[in-house]
């Protein structure tokens, strides 16, 4: 996909209500253009040989990502404690929110503490901090939601020059090619181990990459994460009214998610994004198509990723090269065809 349609995918996006779910993936799917290849960029290491020979592809959690700012939780902060003190303009705003809390905590706090809830108790621990507190909490936000987002990472070009070198070790490394018109090679769900599996129940749905500076702007969202933290933490159901106005949290995921800075934009990456909350290790079973060894891999690497690439059932073994027109390219070297 290029730019502009990558584009067209992030608007419909974000335009989506979230009150038909079905309608709005079919809304996603009719702008999403899946490439024939998708290409996964791995070092030499225990790790990669291991997720090679057993076709498995490890989910990461967004706050293990190198970039501090993919998946950021974009939040306004001036909109947050505006927001706040505008509880506290007059005292009958101010005594609302008192009455607010402790009905709301009425089954988990003392009478003793209770007691102690009084708009003169709130305004004094405003003078000691309490609203940059709160805005400190708002702000932890960010990587409470990184570390419940789980994905994996393709890109579309399996020549990306900066990415042979950030994440195939300088051309030391190797590329994954995964055709993406092979079904049989998707493993995922076809297995009686897989029965109980979230990936399976819940799908795989693969995305492409925005880039934009603009950034997403997730406040609102924020507000009701923060309210779903208040509620897990304190044991409270939180009302539904307290909900109005921040929307019902539907795709504030993917939006989050599948947004980066443009400097990445010549990345072309995909991501696929879990839709449940999973327990680690996190991974689905993935046979590639074939296997691009890097430009710089010695003989003896070389040797050791295509046994491996052999015994995990890969039929096309590639070699980089450095063709006439002084570009990045690739030789079939063997295949089992």
Not at 204 to 213: D, E, G, M, V
Not at 268 to 287: D, S
């Amino acid at each position: 996909m290029n730019l502009q349609e990558r584009e067209l995918f992030w608007q419909t996006l974000c335009a989506l209500k979230g009150e038909n779910p079905q309608d709005d993936v079919q809304q996603l799917i009719s702008k999403i253009k899946i490439p024939k290849f998708l290409y996964r960029y791995r070092p030499v290491n225990m790790n990669s040989l291991e997720a090679l020979r057993t076709n498995r592809l490890y989910f990461s959690t967004a706050n293990y990502y190198d970039d501090p700012f993919d998946t950021f939780l974009h939040i306004d902060i001036e909109i947050i404690k505006e927001a706040y003190l505008k509880s506290f303009n007059t005292r009958e705003s101010a005594e609302a929110v008192v009455e607010g809390l402790k009905s709301l905590f009425a089954k988990v706090l003392t009478e003793e503490q209770l007691i102690q809830i009084t708009v003169e108790n709130i305004l004094d621990a405003q003078k000691h901090g309490l609203v940059e507190n709160f805005i400190g909490t708002a702000l932890s936000l960010r990587d409470e939601l990184k570390k419940d987002t789980w994905s994996v990472c393709f890109s579309e070009n399996g020549f990306n020059e900066s990415l042979w070198l950030k994440y195939a070790d300088k051309h030391k490394g190797f590329a994954l090619i995964y055709d993406m018109e092979k079904d049989e090679n998707f493993l995922c769900g076809k297995q009686e181990k897989c029965k109980n599996c979230g990936i399976k129940n819940f799908g795989t749905p693969l995305y492409p990459i925005h880039y934009s500076n603009i950034p997403y702007n997730a406040t609102e969202f924020a507000k009701r994460v923060m309210l779903r933290k208040v509620g897990e933490l304190t044991k409270v159901d939180i009302p539904q009214e307290l909900y109005q106005g921040m929307g019902n949290g539907f795709w504030e995921r993917e939006r989050i998610a599948l947004i980066k800075k443009e400097c990445h934009k010549y990345d072309e990456e995909w991501r696929i994004i879990t839709n449940c909350a999973m327990n680690p290790p996190v991974m689905m079973e993935w046979i590639p198509s074939g296997i691009i060894l890097g430009l710089r891999m010695d003989v003896a690497e070389e040797n050791l990723v295509v046994s491996m690439a052999r015994e995990a059932g890969i039929k096309n073994i590639y070699k980089s090269f450095i063709n006439a027109k002084n570009e990045l390219d690739a030789f079939l070297v063997k295949t089992n065809q």
